[in-house]
């Protein structure tokens, strides 16, 4: 049973560009949380989504920073016009049932690089 | 004042010994508690987790739970090299209708020395 995935791992972007970041929960979960870790800071909330549905959105940037969960296909994290403070290490998290909250299984991340 | 409390260390102590990492918080709502392992450049990858108050032990590890002093803490005895690591520990209020969001600390770094 494959973990979780997610591509890139590496990701360099220059100022203003696009990135877009890719995470494939574990075989049979269907929830799937996004964390942003920034230098010598722990890990930050940012979005939990089910197939097609956005569940809490409280810890995304209010512009720039979008996420969808379609019913097939990798979850998508996307931040348009990207700043170097954007730069930071991605992670995604899966889990298999809402209210067993002990068991979000995180991916390796998605290193961002903004030049 | 950040919602989790974590000496980000970092922590140094030789082969053998007992460490301890220790977090508190401030929020009444929490009730699920966790701890998570993050190697070098890799994803945090879940330990041990206890709900409310109590010791959960698991091998080398004991996870502690004070929620009259909104204090919890990991135990690891005979510690090896291989434990080097960051250690993260992470809480979430209960819920059944959403918010299992993980608020997590900013990390204790500890290195095993040989």
């Known amino acids: 049973n494959a973990g979780v995935m997610q591509n890139p791992r590496h990701l360099v972007r220059r100022r203003g560009q696009e990135a877009r970041l890719r995470c494939s929960p574990m075989k049979g979960h269907s929830h799937v949380y996004w964390y942003r870790q920034l230098p010598e800071e722990g890990l930050k909330f940012m979005v939990y989504?089910?197939?097609?549905?956005?569940?809490?959105e409280s810890g995304m940037p209010k512009e720039r920073f979008s996420a969808e969960f379609p019913k097939e296909g990798p979850s998508i994290l996307r931040i348009q016009q990207v700043v170097r403070g954007d730069s930071a290490a991605y992670f995604c998290a899966s889990s298999p049932l809402r209210t067993v909250q002990e068991t979000q299984y995180f991916g390796p991340g998605t290193r961002l690089l903004v030049l | 004042q950040k919602e989790v409390e974590q000496d980000p260390g970092p922590l140094s102590v030789p082969e053998g010994a007992i460490v301890s990492l220790n977090c508190t918080y401030s929020?009444?709502?929490?009730?699920?508690f966790m701890w998570y392992r993050q190697y070098s450049r890799k994803g945090p990858e879940l330990l041990m987790y206890?709900?409310?108050?109590g010791n959960k032990e698991d091998g080398r590890f004991t996870a502690q739970v004070d929620k009259s002093s909104k204090y919890i803490s990991l135990f690891i005895r005979d510690s090896q090299p291989s434990d080097s690591a960051t250690y993260l520990c992470a809480m979430s209020e209960s819920s059944n209708f959403g918010n299992e969001k993980l608020t997590f600390g900013t990390g204790t770094r500890l290195t095993i020395i040989p």
């Open positions: 929020n009444s709502a929490f009730q699920y």
């Open positions: 989504l089910q197939k097609e549905n956005i569940i809490d």
């Open positions: 206890t709900y409310s108050s």
